[in-house]
């Protein structure tokens, strides 16, 4: 993995147009909205099912939406979120879309949920680090773009 340098695939590559600060907050809520009512749904039933605690079917929640983010990015290049606002995930170097190492280093600042007590507000502030350097960046790429060796969102064409 690399941050910069020879050898990294940072920037825009020729012909796309990269996906803007606003519509990939607004994919990413609507995506948020998605996962949250299947994900309830989900360990809604799992509890009935299954008797657990309602404090054990929290757990998972941090990493069903880390899981919805990584299964549509890597089979289709976008969530529903992103396909609704015409966004699609490039991988690095300008792949049809991310592989499973880079959907899974671009979504895993999402974990950061699962810390006990704390994971929440490193959450916010990993997402607020995200929403800086996407502003910054002339190719629109966040630093978990970057973390994940070059990967981009674009608008469809």
Known sequence: MTFGGPGAHFG????????????RAAARFIDWIIAAVVGGILFWLLNK?????EWVNILPGAGFGFLYFLGFETTTGST?????LGLHVNGSG?????SIKESAFRN??????????IGGVLWFFAALAIAV???SSPA???????????TQVVEES
């Open 12 to 23: 825009t590559a020729m012909g796309v147009t990269p996906g803007g600060l606003g519509k």
């Open 49 to 53: 099912s299954a008797g657990t605690p």
């Open 80 to 84: 529903p979120g992103k396909k609704l």
């Open 94 to 98: 300008g792949a049809a879309k991310p």
């Open 108 to 117: 895993a600042y999402m974990l950061l949920n699962l810390v006990p007590c």
């Open 133 to 135: 350097t996407v502003g």
């Open 140 to 150: 629109k790429q966040g630093w978990h773009d970057r973390f994940a060796d070059g």
